[in-house]
T-cell receptor, first 113, second 123 residues
Framework: DIVMTQSPDSLGVSLGERATINCKSSQSVLYSSNNKNYLAWYQQKPGQPPKLLLYWASSRESGVPDRFSGSGSGTDFTLTISSLQAEDVAVYYC?????????FGPGTTVDIK | EVQLVESGGGLVKPGGSLRLSCAAS????????MNWVRKAPGKGLEWVSSISSSGGYIYYTGSVKGRFTISRDNTKNSLYLQMNSLRAEDTAVYYCARDLFFGYGDSYPHGYWGQGTLVTVSS
């Protein structure tokens, strides 16, 4: 199974400042045939279902603000919130969908400092 | 508008069984792979199972293999999860999730989610 790890576990960021979350997979999720990284980022707020933010590591889902961006390839990935807003307080998860079992990272809690 | 509505959750004793359902609307159900994902109290998200659009390919996470069975009825636009031999550690909110895109032979993230149904396994 591909193990996903995230750092940090939690992050306190001032409003308007940058938040950076790291995600690492135990093996590459880059498919060489199409040069795509099978890596997604989700946001979950209390009492709500998860929301897809990014897929293919850096493609933003429709309606997601452009302050959310993703980068990385192979085994190392980053989610960046360029200017934290109050509504961004949530838990963020990375997930690999390269091969079953699909696996999530343990999550990173982002709140306001 | 894509809608996914889960039902069937509740309180069950260890060793018991439960069948979850997910009613889908707003899209051509038979075109999309579907998934179950759960979130236990105080823990992170855990993918449980996936089924391909035709039902021909099925996958499970290791901890539920042999106990849970995913199925679908494309004539009823419905997804199911039969859960047997339930354990306390299966206590969670169970979400039904649709793949973002459809297409044979490829894998996609979970683009649409239901609100979830709570399963509590306790004596």
């Amino acid at each position: 199974d591909i193990v996903m790890t995230q750092s940090p576990d939690s992050l306190g960021v001032s409003l308007g400042e940058r938040a950076t979350i790291n995600c690492k997979s135990s093996q590459s999720v880059l498919y060489s045939s199409n040069n795509k990284n099978y890596l997604a980022w989700y946001q979950q707020k209390p009492g709500q279902p998860p929301k897809l933010l990014l897929y293919w590591a850096s493609s933003r889902e429709s309606g997601v603000p452009d302050r959310f961006s993703g980068s990385g390839s192979g085994t190392d990935f980053t989610l960046t919130i360029s200017s934290l807003q109050a509504e961004d307080v949530a838990v963020y998860y990375c997930q690999q969908y390269f091969t079953p079992p699909l696996t999530f990272g343990p999550g990173t809690t982002v709140d306001i400092k | 508008e894509v809608q996914l509505v889960e039902s069937g959750g509740g309180l069950v004793k260890p060793g018991g069984s439960l069948r979850l359902s997910c009613a889908a609307s707003g899209f051509t159900f038979s075109n999309f792979n579907m998934n179950w994902v759960r979130k236990a109290p105080g823990k992170g998200l855990e993918w449980v199972s996936s089924i391909s659009s035709s039902g021909g390919y099925i996958y499970y996470t290791g901890s539920v293999k042999g106990r849970f069975t995913i199925s679908r009825d494309n004539t009823k636009n419905s997804l199911y999860l039969q859960m047997n031999s339930l354990r306390a550690e299966d206590t969670a909110v169970y979400y039904c999730a649709r793949d973002l895109f459809f297409g044979y032979g490829d894998s996609y993230p979970h683009g649409y989610w239901g609100q979830g149904t709570l399963v509590t396994v306790s004596s």
